[in-house]
């Protein structure tokens, strides 16, 4: 089975511009959750998608979104870019079926550079 | 709220040396407790898990056991090898409706020969 991918895995952006990443599952996982990894707060949780509906959110501002499609595979946008959101970004999936779960499976992240 | 604290890092052995890396964490309810590893230039890999109280969790000779009394999940192995540097990070996933990884701070372990 393939793994998870993401795309792009490099961005360049300048403050104030826009970015979507996209992420495409395991094949059958159904859920899909995004998380923001910097030395300075670690790894963070942003939000978790399932069968095209938000199940979870993090604590992060409304300038960063998601949506997911019926094909299980998730974008994540970030308007208004800010020096701050420079980070690798990570998407998991799973099966979501809770702790019954085999466990999320990461993809290799995109990495994100703000300047 | 839920939380996870991890042993401040790096951690520096010796190839064949005992390993402990402490985890406690702070949660409401029962929730799943995981080990992830992320090798140099690597992604995240699940390493273990365990989703009940006295559960243990084991791969590549790693272990760890959910401790309710003492909310706590230490990663222990016997024996490490150079090949085992990497950062570790200890995580929970509330029992809710859900996935989401609640994520320590991780700890560099580097192991030489």
């Known amino acids: 089975k393939a793994g998870v991918t993401q795309t792009p895995r490099y961005l360049i952006k300048t403050r104030g511009q826009q970015v979507t990443l996209s992420c495409s599952p395991i094949?059958?996982?159904?859920?899909v959750s995004w998380y923001q990894q910097t030395p300075g707060q670690g790894l963070q949780f942003l939000f978790e998608?399932?069968?095209?509906?938000?199940?979870n959110k993090g604590n992060f501002p409304g300038r960063f979104s998601g949506r997911q499609f019926s094909n299980s595979r998730s974008e994540m946008n970030v308007s208004t870019l800010e020096l701050g959101d420079s980070a690798l970004y990570l998407c998991?999936?799973?099966?979501?079926?809770?702790?019954?779960?085999?466990?999320?499976?990461f993809g290799p992240g995109t990495r994100l550079t703000v300047l | 709220g839920n939380s996870v604290t991890q042993m401040e890092g790096p951690v520096t052995l010796s190839e064949e040396a005992f390993l402990t890396i402490n985890c406690t964490y702070t949660?409401?309810?029962?929730?799943?407790l995981f080990w992830y590893v992320q090798y140099p230039g690597e992604g995240l890999q699940l390493l273990l898990k365990a989703t009940k109280a006295d559960d243990k969790g084991s791969n590549k000779g790693f272990e760890a056991t959910y401790r309710k009394e003492t909310t706590s999940f230490h990663l222990e192995k016997g024996s490490v090898q150079v090949s085992d540097s990497a950062v570790y990070f200890c995580a929970l996933s509330p029992h809710q409706a859900g996935t989401a990884l609640i994520f320590g701070k991780g700890t560099t372990l580097s192991v030489s020969s």
């Open positions: 094949s059958g996982h159904r859920s």
């Open positions: 949660a409401t309810g029962y929730p799943s």
């Open positions: 998608y399932f069968s095209e509906t938000q199940r």
């Open positions: 998991a999936s799973s099966l979501g079926q809770g702790s019954n779960s085999p466990g999320q499976f």
